[in-house]
């Protein structure tokens, strides 16, 4: 608001160019020379970048391998990768629906070698990857309970989330082999959905080591210079830490009508059941005393951040020791999931 000449309030606005909308413009011409001038100036700032970016790409040292399938030698393999089964009868391929979720190391486990081409700097990450597996799907993605993955009362089962209401299976308590006299009963998954519950089990576990310089390392061993054991894959760091801080909680009271992940036979050996649980050899997916449990661990976690794509990576697990080159890195897999992709490093 201004003032007139007789000192009167007046509502016509400041005589200013930015209140009276004159501010001076400029609008280029987009004529040939200054377009082409224009991207060679930005081709120009972004091409040591790329270059960065392009010499960091160089240095990751990547191996994977395909050990599922009928045929997994037709499959993807890097050089200096190789599978081999642990007996004529045994293979990592689950052609039928009957065959998942076995963990049967005399069916269904296989032998996968890694010859290093190159060294090797620690942290070495372990992923799976997945094909044609669409976590993006729209039913898939809305089949979970994020109240219930937070430990938060549930006043009624969420209608969405699969499994909610009652499901008909056995309940072992954890790693405890089935008694005799176990009945199929009604429970409640906990947690719900078909994200929860279609969980990558699939089990690696680092069987050997070969040192360029002879020496061979078993699952007793350590590593020179430290007391790492050479078997010990480590399983933490590896999701985000917002989302275990906010997203994952443990409920404090079980409840006898719930099946929980680790007492679910699908996963009571990949899912822990308490802070330090101590590892069994052969027969579970934790390597060493675990530091989360339940919906907190971290591979869990993990497996909850659906991927938008088909095709994707997860990290399975972290080697904390530099390997150098020629050093044969043996993992033994114990196939329990159908239609896999591949597994590297």
Not at 88 to 112: A, E, Q, R
Not at 217 to 235: I, P
Not at 304 to 320: D, E, H, Q
Request: charged content about 20%; proline content about 6%; some cysteine.
């Amino acid at each position: 608001m201004s003032t007139n000449k007789d000192g009167e309030p007046s509502r016509r606005p400041d005589d200013t160019p930015f209140k009276q909308q004159k501010l001076k413009a400029w609008q280029p011409i987009l004529t040939p020379a200054w377009v082409i001038g224009t991207y060679f100036l930005v081709g120009l700032i972004f091409v040591p970048i790329g270059v960065v970016l392009y010499q960091q790409n160089l240095d990751v040292v990547e191996m994977a391998i395909q050990y599922d399938g009928l045929d997994s030698s037709s499959g993807l393999a890097t050089l200096g990768a190789s599978v081999q089964n642990l007996s004529p009868t045994s293979s990592c391929s689950l052609p039928n629906d009957s065959d998942g979720n076995s963990f049967n190391l005399t069916k269904h486990g296989c032998i996968v070698s890694f010859k290093l081409q190159e060294d090797m700097k620690a942290p070495i990450m372990v992923y799976y990857q997945l094909d044609n597996f669409y976590q993006n799907h729209r039913r898939y993605v809305q089949s979970r309970s994020d109240a219930q993955l937070r430990a938060q009362p549930l006043s009624s089962p969420p209608t969405t989330c699969d499994g909610a209401n009652e499901t008909t299976e056995f309940k072992y308590n954890s790693i405890d082999d089935l008694p005799a006299t176990a009945v199929r009963q009604k429970y409640k998954l906990n947690p719900c959905g078909l994200i929860a519950n279609s969980l990558f089990n699939d089990i690696f576990w680092v069987h050997s080591v070969s040192l360029p310089t002879g020496q061979y390392l078993n699952q007793t061993d350590v590593y020179a210079g430290n007391t790492t054991v050479v078997n010990l894959m480590d399983q933490s760091d590896l999701a985000w830490k917002s989302d275990l801080e906010t997203k994952f909680n443990n409920y404090d009271t079980l409840e006898d009508d719930n099946l929980y992940l680790w007492q679910n036979p699908k996963y009571r050996w990949i899912i822990p059941s308490k802070v330090g649980q101590e590892p069994i050899l052969n027969k579970t997916a934790w390597t060493k005393p675990t530091t989360h449990y339940g919906v907190e661990t971290e591979r869990f976690v993990l497996w909850m951040r659906t991927a938008g794509l088909p095709n994707f990576r997860k990290k399975y697990g972290r080697i904390n020791t530099d390997l150098p080159k020629g050093t044969v890195l043996r993992f033994l897999i114990s196939s329990s999931t159908l239609s896999i992709g591949s597994f590297g490093l």
